[in-house]
């Protein structure tokens, strides 16, 4: 059914999408065309601040069940988007001590928590309202990528710099090995790191 939209009703999509970018966010960007699956993958990546991340539960009563919880993430600060997903995390939360037996996970994003589908009348779940759901694993960084994650993250979320230093917070990534893209009516499509790294996040300036 939500496949079948008629074309008058693509048309005004299309129209209202080309206006997109401007009023919301202080970086004027738009949405890349939804053929351009790794591009908008990594807009999306760019756009959001948080993070919804299953991994395998270790607790009690949901042992070995999926438990999908919040993270602030940021892959840069504004206008510098690595497309990764980097992460400020303490062993005292109870995904972390997950992701300490299993450090598989998938984390998920969606222009739902950007102004895009409120602005463009998109529900959460409509394909249109883009989101990329990620396969992989959360690893800590160190060096260099730690210095960098902690620029991506302090930058978007600056009450992070206030968080108790007793909790012992770590910078972490997620590391993808499979990207996949919900962003049109067809189904989901997928990308791989490969794509989705060599892809430019933004419109690229003549
Ligand atoms: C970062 O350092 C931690 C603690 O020393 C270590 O366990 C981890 O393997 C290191 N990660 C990388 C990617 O080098
Ligand atoms: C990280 O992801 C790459 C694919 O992008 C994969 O080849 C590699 O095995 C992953 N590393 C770990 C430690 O999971």
Redesign the pocket.
């Known amino acids: 059914m939500i496949s079948s939209v008629r074309p008058a009703r693509l048309l005004l999509l299309g129209l209202s999408l080309a206006s997109v970018g401007s009023s919301s966010s202080a970086c004027r960007v738009q949405i890349p065309p939804h053929d351009q699956v790794a591009r908008v993958a990594r807009f999306i990546a760019h756009q959001c601040n948080w993070a919804s991340m299953a991994t395998i539960s270790t607790h009690k009563p949901v042992v070995g069940q999926p438990f999908s919880n919040v993270f602030s993430v940021s892959d840069g600060p504004h206008g510098t988007s690595s497309g990764v997903p980097y992460m400020y995390l303490t062993r005292m939360e109870v995904s972390v001590q997950d992701l300490q037996v299993d450090p598989q996970a998938s984390l998920s994003m969606s222009l739902a928590q950007t102004d895009y589908c409120r602005l463009q009348g998109f529900d959460p779940q409509s394909p249109l309202c883009a989101r990329i759901i990620l396969s992989g694993s959360v690893?800590?960084?160190?060096?260099t990528?730690a210095d960098f994650a902690k620029k991506a993250l302090f930058s978007r979320h600056p009450e992070m710099i206030d968080w108790p230093t007793d909790h012992n917070w770590f910078f972490a990534k997620f590391n993808i090995t499979q990207v996949w893209v919900l962003d049109y009516f067809g189904g989901v499509k997928t990308v791989t790191p490969d794509e989705y790294f060599q892809a430019p996040p933004h419109r690229k300036h003549h």
């Open positions: 690893l800590q960084v160190n060096g990528e």
